[in-house]
């Protein structure tokens, strides 16, 4: 499966739009991006997920270029709330394709007032 | 997500103890797997289960075994403990029928604190 590379650390002030990046070079035909949320002492929570182009929901925008080595998390005006650790997958999980499935480091967002 | 529950909540135990760390899923989800967080490190996964005869090995299973008592259950043993495996645990569950299985998402259980001197 992809791994993928995303920075560390980031900061933002409440109100602005946060755009988090992940590279995934070697991301398969069949792979999908996903992200998910983790905040102190809980587990991870899915954000969106996407194969290409734009994916919109309630809570962020996934932007996935043409050739998919790359995606990135936007979060429209983030609070305080959004304080968390968020991690970028790529993979598929069909049984046959299922052999690791990396959640990698995770990039740390802190939200400042 | 208290539609998956993990037991203990918190443990702290000896080098050489055998531990079992409990996840029970109220899902309905034939899938289940079991991860830990060491801090920097993010999540690896350890074990995996598909359905209650399927169970893979993770990035990291040495040291571990699992067993898949029902569709709801997936425990998590360390048969001698040791230090390095001072770790969050965490369970997850997935439910790939009746949609396109490429896309399955985890729902994740609140995590086990493991603390082995």
């Known amino acids: 499966l992809a791994k993928t590379t995303q920075p560390i650390s980031m900061d933002s002030y409440e109100g602005q739009e946060v755009n988090i990046t992940c590279s995934h070079n070697?991301?398969?035909?069949?792979?999908?991006i996903t992200w998910y949320q983790q905040f102190p002492s809980q587990g991870p929570r899915f954000i969106i997920q996407?194969?290409?182009t734009k994916v919109t929901n309630e809570v962020a925008s996934l932007f996935i270029p043409a050739d998919r080595k790359s995606s990135t998390l936007s979060l429209p005006r983030v609070s305080l709330s959004d304080t968390a650790v968020y991690y970028c997958?790529?993979?598929?999980?069909?049984?046959?394709?299922?052999?690791?499935?990396?959640f990698g480091s995770g990039t740390k967002l802190n939200v400042k007032p | 997500d208290a539609d998956v529950t993990q037991t203990p909540r918190n443990r702290i135990t000896k080098t050489g103890k055998r531990i079992m760390l409990e996840c029970s899923q109220t899902?309905?989800?034939?899938?289940m797997y079991w991860y830990r967080q060491d801090p920097g490190l993010g999540l690896r996964l350890i074990y995996y289960?598909?359905?209650?005869?399927?169970?893979n090995k993770g990035e990291i299973s040495d040291g571990y075994s699992v067993s898949r008592q029902a569709q709801a259950k997936f425990s998590l043993s360390l048969e001698s403990a040791i230090p390095n495996q001072t770790a969050l645990y965490f369970c997850?569950?997935?439910?790939?029928?009746?949609?396109?299985?490429?896309?399955?998402?985890?729902?994740f259980g609140p995590g086990t604190r493991l603390t082995v001197l």
């Open positions: 997958l790529v993979g598929d999980m069909r049984r046959r394709n299922f052999n690791k499935f990396y």
């Open positions: 996407g194969y290409k």
């Open positions: 289960s598909f359905d209650v005869k399927d169970i």
């Open positions: 070697n991301i398969a035909t069949n792979d999908y």
């Open positions: 997850a569950t997935s439910d790939a029928s009746g949609r396109d299985i490429s896309t399955d998402t985890q729902y």
């Open positions: 899902k309905g989800h034939d899938r």
